[in-house]
């Protein structure tokens, strides 16, 4: 999911959802004409979801519009699920200590899903070849990654993630997909790296197995 086992969610356009943002389909989009989606059609670039809280951005080039989680889900976001035990720390964290299956059924539980690897990187780079997102390397990855290296630069590392959203995003308005947490996806893998991670474990390229619980 978006963070080491929090839901980097997956899920297709619900029209009853607030809109934040609208804009027209980007140049290849692929319209479904049985949904009546066309080509000229104002599509919303960013909504959220009034029961979680949790606000998506429209990814690109798919043939079903099809919406990701703006940023990894927090604590207070997971604390409002029924299910879920409730967290300690700053509602505005990124959720952590809960293992894969317990992220796949908070996707589920709201018909989010978590993204495949494959889905995830492309979200990630948005747009670019990898394994950085357009503009960004390991020089100004500080600006963009909550990780190792800007923390010792900004400070003694911290003892959990920074609160989601305080780096810049990438092109496609995405924050702390690379660092801060790792973020798991289909088939128990995690990927992007978290704040005590170097600088080469913080790209599209970083990979490592969702099988225990999440962490550093």
């Not at 080491?4 to 809109?19: K, L, R, Y």
């Not at 964290?93 to 899903?113: E, F, M, Q």
């Not at 979200?123 to 990898?130: D, I, N």
């Not at 496609?172 to 947490?181: A, F, K, Q, R, T």
């Amino acid at each position: 999911g978006r963070a080491q086992g929090t839901a980097t969610n997956v899920v297709e356009f619900d029209p009853s959802w607030p809109v934040l943002e609208r804009f027209r389909c980007p140049t290849g989009w692929k319209p479904d004409e049985e949904k009546g989606y066309e080509e000229s059609t104002l599509l919303a670039n960013r909504v959220e979801d009034p029961e979680t809280h949790v606000s998506f951005i429209l990814l690109p080039g798919t043939e079903v519009p099809t919406y990701i989680a703006e940023t990894e889900l927090t604590v207070g976001q997971f604390n409002q699920w029924p299910e879920g035990e409730d967290k300690e720390g700053l509602e505005t964290l990124s959720v952590t200590g809960i293992r894969w299956p317990v992220a796949n059924k908070y996707c589920k539980s709201h018909r989010y899903d978590l993204p495949t690897a494959e889905e995830w990187r492309a979200a990630c780079l948005a747009g670019s070849t990898g394994p950085y997102p357009r503009g960004i390397d390991e020089k100004n990855l500080p600006r963009h990654a909550w990780h190792q290296w800007t923390t010792k630069k900004e400070g003694p590392p911290p003892s959990s993630p920074s609160p989601v959203g305080k780096r810049d995003p990438n092109d496609y308005g995405l924050h702390d997909m690379l660092g801060n947490v790792w973020e798991m996806c289909q088939g128990m893998v995690k990927l992007g790296g978290c704040y005590l991670s170097d600088a080469h474990l913080c790209s599209a390229d970083a990979k490592s197995s969702a099988t225990g619980p999440n962490g550093a």
